[in-house]
């Protein structure tokens, strides 16, 4: 049986089709990522632009015709945060769905962090703590025993959002970095507050930390074998950030493990990784290259971890 999940997320579209042989055998047919940034001037106009709803049109164009090309027979798709609050988003998902030639779910915040959950632990050695999913709309934080969510937090700290609200120059100013600091800081005693302050293990998922970790790595060619549990360090975390706050766009573009689309998101995205290790006093952060995407595809098909 061929299948497919595919994530459409405020930032990033992403696809994962498989072949699942027997009970255990699975071949991977396909994974794709692409940056569409379909909030961009979400948070000013409410709406999916025009620019942005071609760039979307487009991928799921591709992401179609890789399906059909290799036969794939069931798909889940979902997609998130721009979903939920775009008011112009309902025309534009029965258009996104008529192209990609399938329905396509929209999912709560909750929900969205039960899936990243189950996506985000698979292979990795955790039995308690707080997995963190950054997004381009928004950042689920969540607390799991065993596998298993016990609570939740959906917060509206999407990279997209925070860096058009506040990162206005190129390098931002040391006002823009302090401002958005605060707003982070904010929500992030809101987040501490309902989950508690004990995190045995931290452990963050999405574009924003794998690349990170690619830029840690040093990687010219994004490698998942190398990123998936990778530790970044509390201080290297730091030394990056200081970095990317002292070049701009294009140099920051330039870096070794910089995915493209992503050399201003990235600024916000740290500030968020690195107020999460400090509200729950941890110096070091295991990398989750595995998340919604994958979520989303164990779940259609009935998996759980351990199966």
């Not at 794709?32 to 049109?57: C, D, F, H, Y």
């Not at 996104?96 to 899936?115: D, K, N």
């Not at 609570?151 to 006002?175: A, I, N, R, W, Y």
Request: glycine fraction near 10%.
């Amino acid at each position: 049986m061929k299948a497919a999940s595919i994530d459409l997320g405020t930032n990033t579209f992403r696809l994962l089709a498989i072949e699942k042989r027997g009970n255990s055998t699975v071949r991977v047919l396909d994974q794709m990522r692409r940056v569409v940034r379909l909030g961009e001037g979400l948070a000013n106009t409410k709406e999916i632009s025009p620019q942005a709803r071609e760039r979307a049109l487009a991928v799921l164009r591709e992401f179609r015709n890789s399906l059909e090309g290799k036969g794939v027979e069931q798909v889940f798709a979902v997609a998130t945060s721009v979903f939920r609050e775009a008011q112009n988003a309902q025309p534009f998902l029965r258009e996104a769905s008529r192209v990609l030639g399938t329905p396509i779910r929209v999912i709560s915040g909750e929900e969205e962090a039960r899936l990243t959950l189950l996506g985000g632990l698979w292979s990795l050695e955790a039995r308690e703590g707080v997995l963190f999913d950054i997004g381009g709309g928004s950042t689920e934080f969540i607390r799991f025993v065993h596998s298993t969510p016990r609570k939740l937090v959906s917060t509206p700290m999407g990279v997209v959002k925070l860096t058009e609200t506040f990162l206005h120059h190129d390098p931002p100013t040391s006002q823009e970095v302090e401002a958005l600091k605060g707003a982070v800081k904010e929500e992030m005693e809101r987040v501490l507050h309902t989950l508690g302050p004990v995190a045995p293990t931290l452990i963050g998922t999405a574009g924003t930390v794998t690349t990170l970790a690619a830029i840690d790595l040093g990687l010219s060619i994004y490698h998942h074998s190398k990123v998936h549990g990778h530790l970044l360090t509390r201080r290297r975390i730091e030394e990056l950030l200081q970095a990317f706050l002292a070049t701009t766009r294009e140099e920051r573009l330039r870096m070794k493990g910089m995915e493209e689309g992503r050399e201003d998101l990235i600024i916000p995205g740290t500030i968020i990784t690195l107020q999460a290790m400090g509200a729950w006093e941890k110096e070091e952060l295991i990398v989750s290259d595995l998340g919604l995407r994958e979520g989303v595809l164990l779940d259609g098909l009935g998996c759980r971890k351990g199966n």
